[in-house]
């Protein structure tokens, strides 16, 4: 059974990079089966896409934030980053990890890490 | 971009009674990619439905997923009382991917 699990900083200061790594056990990211996105929720509301990456590196971002955000692989440790720059109180979230399974009939978002809560605040 | 839009905000329901979640897109989900999410509070969502009316591995058959073009349903034959949610929906036919705002499933 895969797991996923987000880490990285819990506060993070207005104008600054937000840097979120998800760890995948149980599963190699290089696998060409998945896909592994990455989904925002601020406090008390909806869910957010803010893009995924492909096993080969490419990737699909949200236009609404694609200036600013790059996502990126480690096959070597079977983990898959997150950055955003320049970010500002709206950015304030929790962050979730997860799978998409890339077969036959495309499955989004089978597997979620637990998220983690990124806080914008100086 | 598809815009997706849930109704009712709430329901209001007892166990045992049937839910019937609605989730309307802006242009077609041609190619039937919409997936439905239940999420508790303090948990990541969970995917129930994908491909329209596939239901995920380990959830009950009491969730089942119809609808094609514009018009997508989520039924839920008789609640449970672990049911009582938050579901979402979301189409993953064209980017960018997006989700509805939700439904609240509430014990009435």
């Known amino acids: 059974q895969v797991q996923l699990q987000e880490s990285g900083p819990g506060l993070v200061k207005p104008s600054e990079t937000l840097s979120l790594t998800c760890s995948v056990s149980?599963?190699?990211?290089?696998?060409?089966?998945?896909?592994w996105g990455w989904i925002r929720q601020p406090p008390g509301k909806g869910l957010e896409w803010i893009g995924h990456?492909?096993?080969?590196?490419?990737?699909s971002y949200n236009p609404s934030l694609k200036s600013r955000v790059t996502m990126s692989l480690d096959t070597s440790k079977d983990q898959f980053s997150l950055r955003v720059t320049s970010v500002t109180a709206a950015d304030t979230a929790i962050y979730y990890c997860a799978r998409v399974v890339a077969g036959y009939e495309l499955m989004p978002f089978d597997n979620w890490g637990q998220g983690t809560l990124v806080t914008v605040s100086s | 971009e598809i815009v997706l839009t849930q109704s009712p905000g709430t329901l209001s329901l007892s166990p045992g009674e049937r839910a019937t979640l609605s989730c309307r897109a802006s242009?077609?989900?041609?190619?039937?990619?919409l997936a439905w999410y239940q999420q508790k509070p303090g948990q990541a969502p969970r995917l129930l439905i994908y491909?329209?009316?596939h239901r995920a591995t380990g959830n009950p058959d009491r969730f089942s997923g119809s609808g094609s073009g514009t018009d997508f349903t989520l039924s839920i034959s008789r609640l449970e009382p672990e049911d009582f949610a938050v579901y979402y929906c979301?189409?993953?036919?064209?980017?960018?991917?997006?989700f509805g705002q939700g439904t609240k499933v509430e014990i009435k």
């Open positions: 990456i492909y096993y080969s590196g490419r990737t």
């Open positions: 149980g599963g190699s990211v290089s696998s060409a089966s998945y896909l």
């Open positions: 242009q077609s989900v041609s190619s039937n990619y």
């Open positions: 491909y329209t009316s």
């Open positions: 979301q189409q993953y036919d064209s980017s960018p991917w997006t």
